[in-house]
Nanobody, 121 residues
Framework: QVQLVESGGGLVQAGGSLRLSCAAS????????MGWYRQAPGKQRELVAT???????NYADSVKGRFTISRDNAKNTVYLQMNNLKPEDTAVYYC???????????????WGQGTQVTVSA
């Protein structure tokens, strides 16, 4: 069984910074892609940033230049450094991973439980 556990959310003033972490654990064979999505009240879940095993990154236009995604393959952990936060960044942030487990080695998509990020004006 695979679990994604997020940490690092909280309340911050506009212009401030937060760092989210997500650790994958369990019977993992390999991790293809990890990333972050977010969902604000009344809105659909949207992509924030993703990073592949080869460190290729992809960002939503709304966060480019402010957010940085990175990963530590040895720890099966992905990070999201969020700088210059804006009130519109307020949402529940979900960790996402596309990985294969053991012994099946079949690739599935997994989600974390979500962590709240609130940015006050």
């Amino acid at each position: 069984q695979v679990q994604l556990v997020e940490s690092g959310g909280g309340l911050v003033q506009a212009g401030g910074s937060l760092r989210l972490s997500c650790a994958a654990s369990g019977s993992i064979f390999s991790i293809n892609r990890m990333g972050w999505y977010r969902q604000a009240p009344g809105k659909q879940r949207e992509l924030v940033a993703t990073i592949t095993s080869g460190d290729s990154t992809n960002y939503a236009d709304s966060v480019k230049g402010r957010f940085t995604i990175s990963r530590d393959n040895a720890k099966n952990t992905v990070y999201l450094q969020m700088n210059n936060l804006k009130p519109e960044d307020t949402a529940v942030y979900y960790c996402n991973a596309i990985l294969s487990g053991t012994p099946s080695r079949v690739e599935y998509q997994y989600w974390g439980q979500g962590t709240q990020v609130t940015v006050s004006a």
